[in-house]
């Protein structure tokens, strides 16, 4: 279970690393740059460490956001939290159904 929540936080720490790159990089081609680094950075820790790939994934996503329509802003990282909460919200309402459901399945 604890894996679980560093995926969470990876997604959540992800958004705020883009929160930083939204705020302080707003030349095209520095963001071209630094999405190609990340994709780098992907490639090689994803095979051996999901946790990592995946901190580096949301950043990736808004980062390419961010070129193809800059118009919106932050709102792409808010949406991104929101997502966040709501899926995690999600897998833990699916798991304390199940256990309940697996709990009934015994006792019978």
Do not use: W
């Amino acid at each position: 279970m604890s894996s679980q929540y560093h995926y969470v936080i990876a997604g959540v720490v992800g958004c705020i690393f883009a929160l930083l790159i939204y705020t302080t990089i707003h030349e095209t081609f520095l963001l071209m740059i630094l999405a190609v680094i990340l994709m780098g950075i992907i490639c090689f820790t994803m095979p051996k460490s999901y946790l990592v790939g995946n901190f580096f994934t949301t950043p990736i996503a808004l980062i390419l956001f961010k070129l193809v329509r800059p118009e919106l802003g932050t709102n792409l990282i808010i949406t991104r939290l929101i997502a966040i909460l709501i899926g995690t919200s999600i897998g833990i309402v699916g798991v304390v159904v199940f256990d309940i459901i697996m709990r009934q399945i015994k006792s019978l």
